[in-house]
């Protein structure tokens, strides 16, 4: 019996594969992949950037920056990307302060 995947794959596919995957041995500098959450373009907009002042100063910046986020990734990602920036900003976690915070209500 041939499965679905087989029967629309053909011995073409797997050379067009072969041919075109890169060949080895590579430098470290074609190694080096961007492995860090949330680097880039979209960092330097939202921590250095305009999109700076649409969060930072907000009562409740995190849940700013998450909404604002959640626009350009998955909810999931946006969490982790908002709580990282949200402490590269501010100096402290998200809740670390149990209420206690200085500005406003936590």
């Known amino acids: 019996m041939i499965s679905s995947v087989d029967f629309y794959r053909s011995a073409a596919d797997d050379d067009a ?12 500098e074609q190694l080096r992949v961007d492995t860090h959450v949330g680097d880039g373009e979209l960092k330097k907009y939202w921590l250095h950037g305009p999109g ?31 709580s990282q920036w949200y402490h590269d900003h501010f100096g402290h976690w998200v809740g670390e302060k149990k209420g206690k915070n200085p500005v406003g209500k936590g």
């Open 52 to 82: 700076l002042k649409k969060w930072a100063t907000k009562p409740h910046p995190w849940t700013a920056l998450f909404k604002q986020l959640c626009r350009h990734m998955n909810p999931e990602k946006a969490k982790r990307v908002a």
């Open 17 to 28: 594969f072969e041919r075109s995957a890169p060949r080895g041995p590579f430098t470290v």
